[in-house]
């Protein structure tokens, strides 16, 4: 297993947003986390699993994404600024 982290301060939200990245090698998974630091105690903005080749489950708020690159492209607003 491995893990990883991106931050960035979104100065529109103002708030600290972070993506939490884990790689589980035995079991071919991936996952990835958006969170407001501000808001830690609720659900994350963004969640992204996948396990081997099966679609993955993803979200971001209420709109669902169907590969990595619709999710990266759905997080881009919180990530940029």
């Known amino acids: ?11 529109k939200l103002n708030s600290c947003l972070v993506i939490l990245s884990v790689w589980h090698n035995e079991q071919g998974s991936r996952s990835m986390m958006l969170y407001d630091l501000n808001e830690m105690s609720s659900e ?3 969640m992204f699993f996948q396990v ?7 979200r971001v ?19 940029a600024d």
């Open 52 to 58: 081997g080749d099966r679609p993955p489950q993803c």
């Open 1 to 11: 297993m491995r893990a990883s982290y991106e931050n960035h301060y979104n100065q």
């Open 44 to 46: 994350p903005i963004g």
């Open 61 to 79: 708020q209420d709109r669902r994404c169907a590969s990595d690159a619709d999710w990266r492209a759905l997080i881009k607003s919180y990530m």
